[in-house]
């Protein structure tokens, strides 16, 4: 804000030179900075005024050198004026320059107003979503964890003794074709490396690299050459395996149990058992859930619709001593799951093929909050 200037004619006498100060002529240059001041418009206006009075080449500096013009006792109370000059027009510069300052913050203030009203915009984070299979392959990661499973790893390429030889499943066996093997070119020794066709290899990996009680679980990518509404050539499965002294079918059953009933998040559900033939178990088993379908809702625990969704048995004698362990002494039991299928199962996903298509439009709605973590306390599928 502008201080009222004090009119030129209006000063105490003692403010005026006592000299003829034409051609200085002090209060002309006053009243035309004061003016100057008060009509600019702007910070940068301001400035301009600024320079001219006080700068390098300022028309105040320039009134200095005259000083050496005038007589010596003149000189003292031109000094006098002049400062006094300096102070008025600098207090009314600062004034302004505040006022302008203060309009312009005011004006901003008021253009870059918030409206609290106005949808939040979402960032990547809200934006992006987690995998239904990588959600689900951590949900039950977390409930065999809680059960006491570590989870092992294996690649996806692997040798041929790993994948079906120590699996009890030696060259020329006809299951080797029942798996619709992807094989590379023979290596070095003769045999083909393949793409994993099941999750079985890291049952043999943990066995050789590390000694009973064993308690793992292996989830990851399996591959098949196979393709149709409900198999792609590449899909996902979970390998438990339990290695120890007294292990037995009673164990695999309850685990089984009790991990169907933590996943489906249900008291009950119903099971059934089916003699089947896996090399590398002995016996075998295909195990069924029971549902209901009501509209498009799948129950799980009722109804008498039955989908198969793993193998498992216990660990097949040749197996053990495949990977130097004594059958007398330790046994355990295996199994194996389809995470995309239980997956499907869960959260009612109709069509296999759509998991791997990378469609956004899918992902959005199938997909999982990245902030969404399973976990047993905070709940498995919130
Ligand atoms: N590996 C078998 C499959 O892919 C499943 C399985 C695992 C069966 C472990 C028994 C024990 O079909």
Redo the contacts with the bound molecule.
């Keep these: 804000m502008t201080p009222p200037e004090t009119p030129v004619s209006e000063r105490p006498a003692s403010e005026t030179p006592a000299f003829d100060t034409t051609p200085l002529d002090l209060d002309g240059l006053e009243s035309e900075l004061l003016h100057a001041i008060d009509t600019a418009s702007d910070l940068d206006k301001i400035e301009e005024v600024r320079v001219g009075a006080f700068g390098r080449k300022g028309r105040i500096p320039a009134l200095m050198q005259e000083v050496g013009a005038l007589p010596p006792d003149a000189r003292k109370s031109f000094g006098q004026a002049v400062n006094r000059l300096k102070d008025r027009v600098g207090e009314a510069l600062e004034a302004k320059q505040q006022a302008l300052a203060g309009a312009a913050l005011a004006e901003k203030l008021a253009q870059e107003r918030a409206d609290v009203t106005l949808p939040v915009r979402l960032g990547p984070l809200a934006e992006g979503r987690i995998h239904p299979v990588s959600q689900v392959t951590d949900e039950i990661t977390e409930i065999f964890a809680d059960m006491g499973f570590a989870i092992a790893e294996g690649p996806d390429i692997e040798t041929d003794f790993n994948n079906f030889t120590a699996l009890n499943i030696p060259p020329e066996h006809p299951a080797r074709q029942d798996h619709d093997t992807f094989y590379f070119p023979e290596g070095a020794d003769g045999a083909r490396p393949v793409l994993r066709t ?1 999750t ?1 290899p890291v049952q043999i990996r943990t066995m050789l690299a590390r000694k009973p009680p064993l308690r793992i679980i292996a989830p990851g990518r399996v591959y098949r050459s196979d393709s149709d509404q409900t198999h792609t050539p590449m899909f996902h ?1 979970v ?1 438990g395996l339990v290695i120890d002294e007294e292990t037995h079918l009673g164990h695999l059953k309850w685990v089984l149990e009790e991990f169907l009933k933590a996943f489906f998040g249900v008291e009950r559900v119903k099971m059934r058992y089916r003699a089947s033939h ?1 090399p ?2 002995e016996p ?1 088993m295909e195990v069924d859930i029971g549902y209901a379908k009501v509209g498009d809702e799948i129950r799980i625990g009722e109804g008498d619709r039955w989908l198969e969704i793993l ?3 216990m660990v097949h004698p040749n197996v053990l001593k495949n990977v130097g362990l004594d059958p007398e002494r330790y046994q355990g039991f ?3 799951l389809g995470i995309d299928r239980i997956a499907m199962l869960k959260y009612g996903m109709p069509d296999l093929r759509a998991f791997f298509s990378a469609d956004l439009r899918w992902l959005k709605h199938y997909g999982f909050a990245p902030l969404a973590v399973p976990t047993l306390a905070g709940g498995l599928s919130s």
Aim: proline share 0%.
């Design positions: 099941h079985s499965q390998e896996f590398f178990t075998s193998g498992c048995g295996a199994f194996g």
